[in-house]
């Protein structure tokens, strides 16, 4: 379910793979915080990354810039002009990727692996992305949703798009499968990140939600979710043994990240990223 694939020639389907075991595993989560790098493009990576798997993964942010900020957002009613030369600023600075991966997506559960191409590279109605090739950065759009990143150390990476429906449609399990089976990794050694998203205390929602997640909607309601924690019960299905979580939250920190939820929908849209650059990724971390 949920497999495609693109690459330099003609694109082909091929099957998921992979082994679940059947017990949930004694997996430990973390909370790891985004830090903020300077630069042209205000974007926050997650530590540790580049230096111990040598992968740039992060998500833009608000800026310091008045009015709609660093705004990444294409499908808006945002002038597409501002919008796409903050795209051309944030290539510029991805300059160890030749290729650019990103969606329209959908809270979908289709993934698709991209392993070639050059410049833009856009498919519409996907919310999952992997490549086992260095040079292609694979990005989805955010603002509340979690970007959910996996990496098979040396292997390949992926980027998740996981907003409620995806989350309980199981996009992680297609990614994790797809990962699995692109790589030969063993599941043990995949490497999870649940990032820059809303937390449980800032998104009430409706029983459907709730129910749909399959947690429990005790009670008259309005229910509270946190995505992240769901998504990290169902890693440990899954069997995965290193993940952690993003301390931030969207809403709780519009100074720094959007929020569509705390704006009524009105806010606009970061962009997480990953991929294995061509040269070794720098570092330039400030303080926070
Ligand atoms: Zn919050």
Redesign the pocket.
């Known amino acids: 379910m949920g497999s495609k694939r693109v690459s330099g020639k003609a694109g082909k389907r091929v099957s998921t793979g992979g082994q679940r075991p059947s017990q949930e595993s004694q997996s430990q989560s973390s909370l790891l915080r985004e830090n903020p790098l300077s630069g042209m493009v205000p974007r926050f990576e997650i530590p540790g990354w580049s230096e111990r798997y040598g992968v740039v993964a992060g998500i833009t942010g608000r800026g310091s810039e008045p009015g709609r900020g660093f705004d990444l957002g294409l499908w808006s009613s945002e002038p597409v002009g501002d919008v796409m030369s903050r795209w051309l600023t944030f290539r510029r600075e991805m300059a160890n990727f030749p290729a650019v991966v990103l969606g329209n997506q959908v809270h979908g559960v289709e993934v698709m692996s991209v392993d070639g191409g050059r410049g833009w590279i856009q498919m519409e109605g996907i919310d999952g992305w992997i490549t086992t090739q260095p040079g292609i950065l694979l990005t989805v759009t955010i603002a509340d949703c979690v970007p959910v990143y996996l990496l098979a150390p040396a292997r390949g990476v992926a980027l998740l798009h996981a907003g409620w429906r995806g989350t309980a449609g199981g996009i992680l399990g297609v990614g994790v499968d797809r990962l699995l089976a692109e790589t030969g990794c063993p599941v043990k050694e995949i490497v999870m990140h649940c990032g820059v998203g ?6 009430e929602v409706g029983s459907e939600v709730v129910l749909g997640c399959g947690a429990a909607a005790d009670g008259p309601g309005p229910w509270h979710i946190d995505l992240r924690e769901q998504l990290m019960k169902q890693a440990r299905v899954l069997g995965l043994d290193h993940v952690t979580n993003s301390a931030w ?5 519009r100074r720094r990240f959007y929020s569509h939820r705390a704006s009524g929908g009105t806010d606009g849209r970061m962009v997480a990223y990953v991929g294995m650059p061509m040269e070794p990724a720098g570092h330039r971390v400030l303080s926070q």
């Open positions: 809303i937390c449980g205390e800032c998104y939250c969207s809403a709780h920190d």
